[in-house]
């Protein structure tokens, strides 16, 4: 298949370039889009076989449900039933932005884009042309742009490595914003619950849903219960490169990791050091890294762990998740 690269202007989205992805999107095919997150891989959420098509670009189990995408808050009236009154403030706050939010979906949403699901989760971002994008196709499923369990792409060079020559279209744009994947939240359950940390941080939804609580497996440790979001059940974000976690008090971290410098040193292994000094920075930049690391074919990435306040949460959660090694000291 002959993929589509269309370099089109956030500030000033082209109108006849939208044109052109949206009538991709309604005769069902593929289109990659910039969100302020990462890209996402996008399908009209209305098209069973378009959704279908998201799962095998990807290799994604399909036990894994979509976001849906929306460009107008009222329309989260069309896709979910039973929405609690305290879904507007979270809306008004935070969107558009970078938080989905998980209630009861309607009948018009299908199987395919829930993966069986009696709920479903929706997010209105704030890109330009994401928003242009979704106003005039409809509605939009949309998983991150990367190859199942590959780090998420947050500049179009990652994406068109995974997908070009696999999808109908890529859309071009500047590097994401954000770097890391929106603040996944469920008010189906009592407390509301954090089901993947993201930008939106505990601290600020805390404001508005002060009962709120984090999902055991959303720290990203090893979890065996039953997950309430199926992507907590997944490898994922991995590079190639085998990442090595140090976690613990500061000063044994740092001690750790200089051990493991000389030790891989000596032992003539490639290595890079995740230094996380700048959380902010850090995550827009960690899935980069991640992926420059395996273009240079590095042995090991070894990463002091950080704290796991505000957007920290959101960084461990990544980082556990893509280890191969966690080291506690
Ligand atoms: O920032 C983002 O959220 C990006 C951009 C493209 O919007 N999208 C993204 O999609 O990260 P994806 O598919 O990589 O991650 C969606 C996450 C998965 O962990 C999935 O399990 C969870 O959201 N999810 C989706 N629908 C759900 C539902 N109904 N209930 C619980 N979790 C759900
Ligand atoms: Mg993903």
Redesign the pocket.
């Given at each position: 298949m002959k993929t589509l690269i269309l370099k089109i202007n956030e500030r000033n989205p082209e109108k006849e370039k939208i044109e052109v992805a949206t009538k991709i999107i309604k005769s069902g095919g593929l289109v990659a889009f910039p969100?302020e997150?990462?890209?996402?891989l996008g399908a009209s959420a209305f098209d069973i076989n378009a959704i279908k098509k998201i799962f095998k670009a990807k290799g994604r189990p399909g036990d894994?449900?979509?976001?849906v995408?929306i460009a107008d808050k009222k329309e989260i009236y069309n896709i979910a039933k039973n929405v609690p009154r305290i879904t507007e403030k979270l809306i008004e706050e935070f969107w558009p932005g970078?938080l989905?939010i998980?209630l009861d979906k309607k009948e018009n949403i299908s199987d395919e884009v829930?993966a069986g699901?009696k709920?479903?989760?929706i997010?209105m971002?704030r890109n330009n042309i994401a928003l242009e994008l979704i106003k005039s196709s409809g509605p939009i499923a949309?998983?991150?742009a990367n190859i199942s369990t590959r780090p998420?792409g947050t500049s179009v060079e990652h994406v068109i490595k995974d997908f070009d020559g696999k999808i109908d279209c890529i859309i071009s744009s500047a590097d994401s914003e954000i770097g890391l994947?929106?603040t996944?939240v469920?008010l189906v359950t009592h407390p509301p619950l954090i089901?993947?940390p993201g930008k939106i941080t505990l601290e600020q939804l805390k404001k508005l849903l002060p009962n709120i609580e984090i999902h055991d497996s959303a720290r990203g440790e090893k979890f065996n219960g039953k997950p309430?979001?199926?992507?907590?059940k997944y490898k994922h974000y991995s590079p190639k490169a085998k990442v090595i976690l140090v976690e613990g008090e500061k000063n044994k971290v740092r001690e750790k990791v200089r051990e493991l410098i000389l030790e891989y040193k000596i032992k003539n292994r490639k290595f890079y050091v995740l230094l996380l000094d700048d959380k902010v920075k850090l995550a827009k930049d960690m899935f980069r890294i991640f992926r420059k690391c395996d273009e240079m074919s590095f042995d090991f990435i070894i990463v002091p762990g950080t704290d796991e306040e505000d957007i920290g949460l959101a960084i461990m959660n990544r980082l556990r998740k893509a280890a191969s090694k966690i080291i506690k000291v």
């Amino acid at each position: 298949m002959k993929t589509l690269i269309l370099k089109i202007n956030e500030r000033n989205p082209e109108k006849e370039k939208i044109e052109v992805a949206t009538k991709i999107i309604k005769s069902g095919g593929l289109v990659a889009f910039p969100t302020e997150t990462i890209y996402g891989l996008g399908a009209s959420a209305f098209d069973i076989n378009a959704i279908k098509k998201i799962f095998k670009a990807k290799g994604r189990p399909g036990d894994n449900p979509l976001i849906v995408h929306i460009a107008d808050k009222k329309e989260i009236y069309n896709i979910a039933k039973n929405v609690p009154r305290i879904t507007e403030k979270l809306i008004e706050e935070f969107w558009p932005g970078p938080l989905s939010i998980v209630l009861d979906k309607k009948e018009n949403i299908s199987d395919e884009v829930t993966a069986g699901l009696k709920t479903v989760a929706i997010r209105m971002p704030r890109n330009n042309i994401a928003l242009e994008l979704i106003k005039s196709s409809g509605p939009i499923a949309a998983p991150s742009a990367n190859i199942s369990t590959r780090p998420s792409g947050t500049s179009v060079e990652h994406v068109i490595k995974d997908f070009d020559g696999k999808i109908d279209c890529i859309i071009s744009s500047a590097d994401s914003e954000i770097g890391l994947e929106s603040t996944v939240v469920s008010l189906v359950t009592h407390p509301p619950l954090i089901l993947r940390p993201g930008k939106i941080t505990l601290e600020q939804l805390k404001k508005l849903l002060p009962n709120i609580e984090i999902h055991d497996s959303a720290r990203g440790e090893k979890f065996n219960g039953k997950p309430d979001s199926p992507g907590m059940k997944y490898k994922h974000y991995s590079p190639k490169a085998k990442v090595i976690l140090v976690e613990g008090e500061k000063n044994k971290v740092r001690e750790k990791v200089r051990e493991l410098i000389l030790e891989y040193k000596i032992k003539n292994r490639k290595f890079y050091v995740l230094l996380l000094d700048d959380k902010v920075k850090l995550a827009k930049d960690m899935f980069r890294i991640f992926r420059k690391c395996d273009e240079m074919s590095f042995d090991f990435i070894i990463v002091p762990g950080t704290d796991e306040e505000d957007i920290g949460l959101a960084i461990m959660n990544r980082l556990r998740k893509a280890a191969s090694k966690i080291i506690k000291v």
